[in-house]
């Protein structure tokens, strides 16, 4: 029903008003009585096989749903009903920003793919805050937290610190994103001295709080091998908890959408699946590297349960979905986990 009917009539209208109306439905559906039981009824899969216990955390299933997706933690009780083992908001800024200029999500249907130059618009780490204290759910909840466009780059650590102070008691675990490519100059922050200071700093922040939690590097798809080498050696070194693989990447690469198309969208980060050779090529190396126990998250490209099961073969830990959750509907999740 969803891909007959549903999708085609979404993909009528312009990308970003469509998410935005859908999350007006569930909040809206979600507040009638007994609704929220049913969708949970419908799409969860319990099953013991499915559990995982990662960095001193106990995941009921391997499946989130990547940051990007639920920014300000608007609809974390009601997505929570699709089945997702956990649920990734942000990427949170200290200071709300709108972000890049409109339009900035674009669909490419012939590659079940999406390119977006978001920029990071959210309301601001605050406000999601307050949304956290409110939710009901106990899904666990990773806290993407980034820079805002203005903040130079010398004193993103600084952004990065009132991010993790203002959610640490309200999330499970922390991402360090510096890997989006639609803000300037953040994937400078993936160079090997930068990056270290600023693992160093979080990690810190998590360390010396009376209750640690996990923090998480999340990286781009568009590194070399020696690059990758550098991100390991960091993650070594500073003791991160785990890597996320990979964020979008900025390779338009054996699309079958137009070129034509493609210059008339312009700049963005590029998900789906056209990504999922490189990120579970990526997955592989890292694992490769850093050996059997590190915690790895494998994202990109997962369109089908297929997609899932190789993303785990390649090495991840966990996995977590976005364009194949656009794409594909609510059941999505429900049909990774039966194959799982």
């Given at each position: 029903m969803y891909h007959y009917f549903i999708r085609p009539l979404l993909f009528r209208f312009d990308p970003e008003k469509i998410h935005h109306f859908t999350f007006n439905c569930l909040k809206f559906a979600g507040a009638i009585p007994g609704v929220r039981l049913l969708l949970r009824n419908i799409f969860t899969v319990t099953d013991k096989?499915?559990?995982?216990?990662?960095?001193?955390?106990?995941?009921?299933?391997?499946?989130?749903?990547?940051?990007?997706?639920?920014?300000?933690?608007?609809?974390?009780?009601?997505?929570?009903?699709?089945g997702f083992g956990f649920i990734e908001i942000g990427t949170l800024t200290p200071k709300a920003q709108s972000g890049n200029d409109k339009p900035r999500l674009f669909r490419l249907p012939q590659d079940q793919a999406l390119i977006n130059r978001m920029g990071f618009n959210n309301g601001g780490v605050a406000a999601a805050v307050e949304r956290l204290k409110k939710r009901k759910s106990k899904v666990i909840i990773g806290g993407n937290i980034g820079k805002n466009k203005i903040t130079p780059n010398e004193k993103a650590f600084e952004d990065y610190d009132y991010c993790f102070q203002a959610l640490h008691p309200y999330v499970d675990y922390f991402v360090v994103n510096v890997s989006s490519p639609n803000t300037p100059g953040l994937r400078e922050l993936q160079e090997k001295d930068p990056l270290t200071q600023l693992m160093n700093h979080v990690k810190g922040l998590s360390t010396r709080s009376t209750q640690p939690k996990p923090v998480l590097l999340k990286i781009a798809p568009d590194l070399t091998n020696s690059q990758l080498d550098d991100v390991v050696e960091v993650l070594v070194s500073t003791k991160a908890d785990g890597v996320i693989a990979t964020n979008t990447t900025i390779s338009r690469d054996g699309l079958n959408s137009s070129k034509a198309k493609l210059e008339t969208i312009g700049n963005g980060g590029l998900s789906g699946k056209p990504l999922v050779n490189r990120s579970n090529e990526?997955?592989?190396?890292?694992?490769?590297?850093?050996?059997?126990?590190?915690p790895i998250i494998g994202v990109g490209g997962i369109m089908s349960p297929e997609d899932a099961v190789a993303k785990l073969k390649s090495g991840a830990d966990l996995i977590q979905i976005y364009t194949g959750f656009v794409y594909e509907g609510p059941g999505f999740v429900k049909r990774i986990l039966t194959k799982l």
């Open positions: 096989k499915l559990e995982r216990t990662l960095f001193g955390i106990q995941f009921s299933n391997p499946v989130g749903l990547a940051a990007g997706f639920d920014k300000d933690a608007r609809l974390i009780d009601e997505l929570a009903c699709f990526v997955i592989a190396y890292l694992r490769s590297k850093l050996g059997k126990s590190f």
